[in-house]
């Protein structure tokens, strides 16, 4: 399972740090993503990582903006979000992919666990 929280309601600029707990399997040897979805829009890859950290990708609209991180010990991964922007406004979810865990992945039909979500809004 996986647990998403941290997200809330910050101003243009503010910062805001998402974590997802994962429990039940063995996640940290996982490649692990976070998606968003907007009102009356589809899911958004935003960041994935794979299992050891060595792997990165971001979406365009959040590289230098976005870090995607984990700590395997705690089974956790994050995802620090800076300078946020009104366009961030979102539920954010975390998931996991059974795929190799070497590699990253964009697109969510390649991740298999997926947490229920926290919603950021920033405003203007």
């Known amino acids: 399972q996986l647990q998403a929280c941290g997200g809330g309601v910050v101003q243009a600029g503010d910062s805001l740090r998402l974590s997802c707990a994962a429990s039940g399997r063995t996640f940290r040897v996982f490649t692990m993503g976070w998606f968003r979805q907007a009102p009356g829009k589809e899911h958004e890859f935003v960041a994935a990582?794979?299992?050891?950290?060595?792997?990165?990708a971001y979406a365009d609209s959040v590289k230098g903006r976005f870090t995607i991180s984990r700590d395997n010990a705690k089974n956790t991964l994050y995802l620090q979000m800076n300078s946020l922007k009104p366009e961030d406004t979102a539920v954010y979810y975390c998931?996991?992919?059974?795929?190799?865990?070497?590699?990253?992945?964009?697109?969510?039909?390649?991740?298999?666990?997926w947490g229920q979500g926290t919603q950021v809004t920033v405003s203007s």
């Open positions: 990582i794979s299992w050891g950290g060595t792997s990165t």
């Open positions: 998931a996991a992919s059974k795929k190799d865990p070497y590699t990253v992945y964009g697109t969510r039909y390649e991740y298999d666990y």
